[in-house]
Every structure is written in structure tokens, then in C-alpha cells.
């Protein structure tokens, strides 16, 4: 069964101090991996798209990298406003639909 | 560019009622996905349409349907409304299968 399962579930850093959040996922051929950032009452706003194991896609204080198995998005010097629920999502190569993660609730302390 | 938008930004309808729900795509994307975001959930894909066709829907009863029109804006409609049918509906478009979705701001929908 395909499945993405992001961790972890909420992430409390201070300003300034870097950190990862990971997003690892069981699907039968991947067609392509998605990152989104939500921020609350408004839909995910589309970050990157990864498609093959070793790709790696970078966007301000952000850095996303996939392997075999999981993606992380790597968080540099973070501020305030990088304080969203992140959310992955992965799409099988049989078809279309995305199958999402839970998301992490970042929380950057100033 | 305009982005994805959708109307009403919230409504409010008691049980047994119909609601409608309505999505503008971005320019030049031809497919449009919804989804269910309840309090504290996950996204839950409800209906994928690409060119004038349904071409998935997601676990949900048939009482939840919609529909896409020539211009490639799509509507909603949820039946006999219960009350776990409150949530945030969101509405994504994409420009071909297999690339990114772009996502509106949602519909609150309160059933009380």
C-alpha cells in the first residue's frame, strides 16, 4: 500500500537554528514527490517538485533533497515567518492521485 | 497571474441541505482537483477532473459530486449535508498530469 508519513508531527526552533523535517514514503514507482507549505485557513502554496533519487531543489532558506526512500527539506537560518504546517506528497507512477503526509507544524521562536 | 479562486470563501448550511461550491483554475490549466481538509486532518482527495471528464474520485459517498465546464472551472455540490461534512474544501489546478498543483484559499464549509 502506498503511504508517505512525515515527521516530526511539530517542530519548535528559535530563530536562527536549522533543522530538517523528513517526509519518508512507500509507493510502487515513483513518479514525483511534492512539497507544499500551509499556513492556517489557506491552501498549500507549492514549494518544490523532486523526481529522482540524488535531485535536490533549493528556494530561499529552504533545501529539498530525495532519496530512494524519504525526502528531506532542510531549514537554514529559519525566521518567524517560515512558521507553517509543511506538508509532502508523493505520486505513484500507475497513476495521478497524490498521496499525501500528514505535515509537520514548524514553529520558529524569535 | 491569477491564482486558483473559489467561492464562497465560507458558507454555512444546516443538515439535509445542498451546498455548491465553486473553482476558478488558474489560466491554461486544464485539470482541477478538490479536496476535504477537516480540523487537524490531512488533506483527502475527493475528485480530479481533466478536460470536461471525471477522471478519479476518492473514497466519499455519491452524494458528493461535481462537474467541470468548458472554460475549465469546476462546481462542487455536496447532498443531504452532515454534520462531519464541515470542513475546509479546497480546489487545485494543475496544467497536465504529473505537474505541480496550485491550490485556492478553500471554502469553509459549517454544517450546524
Known amino acids: 500500500e502506498d503511504q508517505v508519513t512525515q515527521s516530526p508531527e511539530a517542530l519548535r526552533l528559535q530563530e536562527g537554528e536549522s533543522s530538517s523535517l523528513n517526509c519518508s514514503y512507500t509507493?510502487?514507482?515513483?513518479?514525483?514527490l511534492f512539497w507544499y507549505r500551509q499556513d492556517p485557513g489557506k491552501g498549500p502554496e507549492f514549494l518544490f517538485t523532486?523526481?529522482?533519487?540524488?535531485e535536490e531543489k533549493e528556494k530561499e532558506r529552504l533545501k529539498a533533497t530525495l532519496t530512494k526512500k524519504e525526502s528531506f527539506l532542510h531549514i537554514t537560518a529559519p525566521k518567524p515567518e517560515d512558521s507553517a504546517t509543511y506538508l509532502c506528497?508523493?505520486?505513484?507512477?500507475?497513476?495521478?492521485?497524490?498521496?499525501w503526509g500528514a505535515g509537520t507544524k514548524l514553529i520558529i521562536k524569535p | 497571474e491569477a491564482g486558483v479562486t473559489q467561492s464562497p470563501t465560507h458558507l454555512i448550511k444546516t443538515r439535509g441541505q445542498q451546498a455548491t461550491l465553486r473553482c476558478s483554475p488558474i489560466?491554461?490549466?486544464?485539470?482541477v482537483y478538490w479536496y476535504q481538509q477537516a480540523l487537524g486532518l490531512g488533506l483527502q482527495f475527493l475528485l480530479w477532473?481533466?478536460?470536461?471528464?471525471?477522471?478519479n474520485r476518492g473514497n466519499f459517498p455519491p452524494r458528493f459530486s461535481g462537474r467541470q465546464f468548458p472554460n475549465y472551472s469546476s462546481e462542487l455540490n455536496v447532498n443531504a449535508l452532515e454534520l462531519e461534512d464541515s470542513a475546509l474544501y479546497l480546489c487545485?489546478?494543475?496544467?497536465?498530469?504529473?505537474?505541480?498543483?496550485?491550490f485556492g484559499d478553500g471554502t469553509r464549509l459549517s454544517i450546524l
Open positions: 506528497a508523493v505520486q505513484a507512477l500507475r497513476n495521478y492521485q497524490l498521496i
Open positions: 509507493v510502487s514507482g515513483l513518479r514525483g
Open positions: 523532486l523526481y529522482s533519487a540524488g
Open positions: 489560466s491554461g490549466h486544464t485539470s
Open positions: 477532473y481533466d478536460e470536461g471528464e471525471e477522471r
Open positions: 487545485a489546478s494543475s496544467s497536465g498530469r504529473g505537474q505541480p498543483q496550485h
